[in-house]
């Protein structure tokens, strides 16, 4: 029972990151119908930078904040100089575009920060581990029925739920979140209401990207150190955390990504043969079954319009 | 007083011209129709002056020249279209339709949602499907919702592409009805596009007749229904 408690929550704080990331593939995908490709490499992107802010003393707290600022220009960049011009020719040349960006910011990163493991104090890292946005002290977790939960962990899915919440009231209650519905639902009309779409999407994608850079630190945190692959199987999970939930659902985003981490944990503590090496194929399993059962997701909606 | 005048107006798309210079007045207060066949560039004028396609010529609204506007500054200046094929946001609830419609408007939420309420009085089957999904209501009903959508924004002038397609008689007539009672109260200017004309002239005050992109005719409804020839290329009798 404690180990079940203990894998499931470990999956839970797990699929958070998960969720972050599947959070702005959803908003992307809402706001332009694409699949954003880069979106891990974006993540990944502003996760060395926040490292970098490290290395300057700058700490977490701040430098995670100028991270996710960073992701905000970085998506409303990709939006505006990249995706906005192809978009008019064809939806499969974004998708192209996307790859494209996904293959130059990886190289970007080599060529910054080079291709070993960061923090290195080989390299002359001052930060001896990639600093965590909680206490991760071996001795910082609390003891519930008997199983050991990290602070970390608990931290983790908490900042998930409470970004879910302003999320949630962003997109409810304010004018710029009826834009971005209004804009994903018919792009034409929310012209002709006066919305200037252009800057909306600009706006969805920065947003993205900053959640994304979020998930991207939270990530280097848990494995301690940055590198030019760290964000490739997460991407991969997270796709499967949007297609589970529904690809233009931000609930479902979080469920899905929270659902991915429970379900590959469980799979890989309890299955023998999944392990840690198979977990990957989870996720590749739950994309296809999603696909065939249930195309739009938990909570996606199908397209159906009465005319 | 003149509301709206475009002097020459031409519009396209890529390399095709669909509106060869057009000269249209709409007076304030006035429902002006645009009657065409299919193809003669009914909707391609609603979109030029509604900004969302590129144009050339002048186009005046209120003796101010927007041709060279974005579509947003035009709504913010008091113009609204009703797109054909009605345009709700499907995904959104009735409600967030309606509200969405008063993007442009800077007065704060209590007035909008008063006028929310007004026009759920106007049209009380929207009332009923408040919170449905835009989407699953009817023609008539989203026809309906796309008009109360653009008279949130409280405009001068609205624009209409055909309400009446794919609608039955008899809710084509009420939608003309509400059109007409806004019209006399409140002085609410239309224009409006058709192809079907009977309904459309019974409350016109003038009449421009559209083929090919080029205005072929033009005058008060009863003048053009004494003309035989357009009676019988529109009116059918």
């Known amino acids: 029972m404690e180990l079940f408690l203990q894998r499931t929550v470990d999956g839970l704080s797990e699929g958070s990151v998960y969720a972050l990331l599947a959070l702005g593939l959803v908003i992307i995908y809402r706001g332009t119908g694409h699949l954003n490709f880069a979106h891990g490499e974006m993540a990944l992107f502003c996760a060395y930078a926040v490292y970098q802010f490290g290395e300057w003393g700058i700490p977490i707290g701040i430098a995670v904040v100028m991270g996710m600022g960073v992701g905000f220009l970085v998506g409303a960049t990709a939006e505006v100089a990249l995706v906005r011009p192809v978009a008019r020719k064809s939806a499969f040349a974004v998708f192209i575009v996307t790859i494209g960006l996904f293959q130059f910011l990886n190289w970007l990163d080599g060529a910054i920060w080079g291709g070993q493991q960061l923090p290195n104090t080989g390299v002359g890292s001052k930060q001896v581990s990639y600093p965590s946005l909680f206490p991760a002290a071996d001795d910082d977790f609390v003891t519930i029925f008997g199983a050991e939960i990290t602070i970390k962990s608990l931290g983790t899915i908490g900042l998930v739920l409470v970004l879910s919440a302003v999320l949630f009231f962003v997109f409810n209650r304010t004018k710029l979140g009826l834009a971005m519905r209004a804009v994903a639902s018919n792009a034409d009309s929310a012209k002709l209401v006066g919305i200037r779409t252009n800057t909306v999407l600009m706006f969805s994608w920065g947003i993205a990207a900053a959640i994304g850079a979020l998930g991207g630190v939270v990530t280097a945190g848990n494995a301690q150190s940055v590198s030019q692959s760290l964000m490739f199987s997460v991407f991969i999970y997270a796709s499967a955390a949007a297609t589970l939930g529904g690809f233009d659902s931000p609930l479902g985003a979080v469920v899905g990504g929270l659902a991915i981490g429970v379900i590959q944990n469980l799979t890989a503590g309890y299955v023998e043969w999944v392990g840690q090496e198979m977990k990957v194929g989870v996720s590749f399993l739950v994309i296809v079954a999603v696909l065939l059962v249930k195309p739009s997701g938990l909570f996606g909606t199908a397209k159906v319009e009465r005319v | ?237």
């Open chain 2, 1 to 237: 007083m003149t509301l709206l005048r475009t002097r020459g107006l031409t519009a396209g798309y890529g390399p095709v011209t669909v509106l060869h210079g057009l000269d249209l007045e709409v007076a304030e207060g006035e429902i002006v129709v645009i009657l065409g066949a299919n193809g003669a560039g009914k909707t391609t004028t609603m979109r030029a002056i509604s900004g969302t396609i590129p144009r050339a010529g002048s186009v005046e609204f209120e003796g101010h020249d927007v041709h060279k506007s974005a579509p947003d500054a035009i709504v913010r200046g008091g113009i609204a279209q009703v797109p054909q094929g009605r345009g709700t946001f499907p995904e959104l609830s009735v409600e967030d339709n309606l509200k969405v419609g008063a993007f442009v408007r800077r007065d704060g939420g209590g007035t909008i949602g008063t006028d929310v309420l007004r026009w759920f009085e106007v049209f009380p089957r929207l009332a009923e499907r408040r919170s449905q999904r835009a989407g699953s209501l009817s023609g008539g009903e989203q026809q309906m919702l796309a008009i109360a959508r653009a008279l949130m924004s409280r405009p001068k002038l609205l624009l209409c592409d055909e309400p009446s397609m794919g609608l039955a008689p008899l809710i084509t007539q009420e939608l003309f009805q509400v059109l007409e009672r806004l019209n006399k109260e409140e002085g609410l200017s239309v224009l409006l596009v058709e192809q079907n004309a009977n309904l459309a002239m019974h409350m016109a005050d003038r009449v421009y007749l559209l083929e090919t992109g080029r205005i072929v005719a033009s005058g008060s409804a009863a003048e053009l229904s004494a003309d035989d020839s357009i009676r019988k290329a529109y009116l059918g009798f």
